[in-house]
């Protein structure tokens, strides 16, 4: 079993930056691909990144290209988001993923609990 915290969420005024954390714990990660979702108030959970397993390759909403940079530590089992030039529209809470990406995108196995993200205009 695989347990994934995060980390870093807040109240944060647009244009600002904040970065989220996500260590996972358990079983070995180190051949999942990593993301990110997010959920908006009162609509559906949407894919923001993802990274590949190696490091290699990333993969990003068109929402949130140029503004968000995923990466992760291997040596600390951790992913992270950089989330620049925030826009309220970028209010969510955003939850971790590990699986596999695909062409039809990040299918997660895990799922960490989520970190609320306010952007305030």
């Known amino acids: 079993q695989v347990q994934l915290v995060e980390s870093g969420g807040g109240l944060v005024q647009a244009g600002g930056s904040l970065r989220l954390s996500c260590a996972a714990a358990g079983r070995t990660v180190r051949d999942y691909d990593m993301g990110w979702f997010r959920q908006a108030p009162g609509k559906e959970r949407e894919f923001v990144a993802a990274?590949?397993?190696?490091?290699?390759?990333?993969y990003y909403a068109d929402s949130v290209k140029g503004r968000f940079t995923i990466s992760r530590d291997g040596a600390k089992n951790t992913v992270y988001l950089q989330m620049n030039s925030l826009k309220p529209s970028d209010t969510a809470v955003y939850y971790c993923?590990?699986?596999?990406?695909?062409?039809?995108?990040?299918?997660?196995?895990?799922w960490g609990q989520g970190a609320l993200v306010t952007v305030s205009s």
């Open positions: 990274i590949g397993w190696s490091g290699d390759n990333t």
């Open positions: 993923a590990f699986g596999y990406y695909s062409v039809l995108g990040l299918a997660p196995n895990y």
